[in-house]
């Protein structure tokens, strides 16, 4: 695949193949989007069925029932899983769908702190891995 070069303002801006690292990284991204969502299943899961597993923070401000975050977790790991096997397809829409899933169970991992707080960390920082692993693949470089 040749690159392309397109005029853009005052200089040429060429569109890089896909190298080896960006691939990988993508493949990474989906594969860890499929094991984030499998967690987040499980610990919904964890969650509805018995939920007095999880011991709830006193006087948090976000304090929400476990078993909506049970439900919660389960739809949300089962979109994330689905968003992860789509990256795979190498489509833009993946991509972003990807990027704003990831997101959306970080924002939800924050907010499930008081419950399981390790956890929670854990996903955070894989799900800000796959943000930046998707975001990178297929830039732009100034020619």
């Not at 964890?46 to 948090?60: G, I, R």
């Not at 476990?66 to 991509?95: D, Q």
């Not at 924002?107 to 419950?115: D, E, K, Q, V």
């Amino acid at each position: 695949m040749a690159a392309q070069s397109s005029h853009r303002g005052a200089g040429l801006v060429r569109e890089e193949p896909s190298g080896g690292w960006a691939s990988g990284f993508t493949a990474f991204a989906g594969v860890l989007m499929i094991i984030i969502g499998v967690f987040h299943m499980a610990a919904g899961l964890a969650a509805v069925v018995e939920n007095t597993f999880f011991v709830v923070t006193p006087d948090y401000l976000f304090r929400f029932d476990v078993t909506a975050w049970g439900w919660i977790h389960l739809v949300g790991g089962f979109l994330v899983l689905l968003a992860g096997c789509a990256v795979f397809s190498g489509r833009l829409w993946a991509r972003a769908v990807g990027i704003a899933l990831a997101g959306l169970s970080a924002i939800a991992n924050f907010l499930f702190l008081p419950y399981y707080p390790i956890w929670s960390l854990l996903i955070i920082a894989l799900d800000v891995f796959v943000i930046w692993a998707l975001a990178v693949y297929g830039r732009k470089v100034p020619a």
